[in-house]
Nanobody, 118 residues
Framework: QVQLVESGGGWVQPGGSLRLSCAAS????????VGWYRQLPGKQRELVVH???????NYADSVKGRFAISRDDAKNTVYLQMNTLKPEDTAVYYC????????????WGQGTQVTVSS
């Protein structure tokens, strides 16, 4: 099973950018699908984006055109580039790994806080 550790969260003003990283350890990371969820204050965790092994993405409508997921299998790392951030993007962001051809997370990171405010 793969272990995941996020980094890159923090505070940013509205309209700013952040890039989150998710470093994976364990075997066969390249065989996993990956993605990001977030949990807004007082809300349930919601999908931000899923990236399949085939390279297909599924973004939440609220982040389309602003967020971009990528992965570097040589570095066992997944990234989430977040641009034009809004206060409603404030949340704890979690990366996850899922088995190939599935979307159900089997491994989670510990989460990283993103705060967007002026």
């Amino acid at each position: 099973q793969v272990q995941l550790v996020e980094s890159g969260g923090g505070w940013v003003q509205p309209g700013g950018s952040l890039r989150l990283s998710c470093a994976a350890s364990g075997s066969s990371f390249s065989t996993y699908a990956v993605g990001w969820y977030r949990q807004l204050p007082g809300k349930q965790r919601e999908l931000v984006v899923h990236l399949s092994r085939a390279g297909m993405t599924n973004y939440a409508d609220s982040v389309k055109g602003r967020f971009a997921i990528s992965r570097d299998d040589a570095k066992n790392t997944v990234y989430l580039q977040m641009n034009t951030l809004k206060p409603e993007d404030t949340a704890v962001y979690y990366c996850y790994a899922a088995r190939t051809f599935t979307t159900t997370p089997i491994s989670w990171g510990q989460g990283t806080q993103v705060t967007v405010s002026s």
